[in-house]
């Protein structure tokens, strides 16, 4: 089994930044692409960023120039770094990870959301 477990969530003022890290951990043989989603209450859920095995980054237009999406593989492990939020930003942040396990199974999983909340 893979889980992965989210941290760095938090209450910002608006301009301020925070760090999201997102951690896979369990039968895991390698992690294709990474992506961070959020949802806000109301709302669906949106995609933020993505970041593939080579390193290729995508990012949702509302994020980009401010937002930073990158991956430390010897860590299975993804961050996201958030620059000049903004109170639009509040939204449940949710990680995934498409894997390829040790069982030669191939999926995505995804975290249990971590609560960003930016104050004007």
């Known amino acids: 089994q893979v889980q992965l477990v989210e941290s760095g969530g938090g209450l910002v003022q608006a301009g301020g930044s925070l760090r999201l890290s997102c951690a896979a951990s369990g039968s895991i043989f390698s992690i294709n692409e990474w992506g961070w989603y959020r949802q806000a209450p109301g709302k669906q859920r949106e995609l933020v960023a993505t970041?593939?095995?080579?390193?290729?980054?995508d990012y949702a237009d509302s994020v980009k120039g401010r937002f930073t999406i990158s991956r430390d593989n010897a860590k299975n492990t993804v961050y996201l770094q958030m620059n000049s939020l903004k109170p639009e930003d509040t939204a449940v942040y949710y990680c995934?990870?498409?894997?390829?396990?040790?069982?030669?199974?191939?999926?995505?999983?995804w975290g249990q959301g971590t609560q960003v909340t930016v104050s004007s």
């Open positions: 970041i593939t095995s080579g390193g290729t980054t």
């Open positions: 995934r990870a498409d894997i390829w396990e040790v069982s030669s199974d191939y999926a995505d999983y």
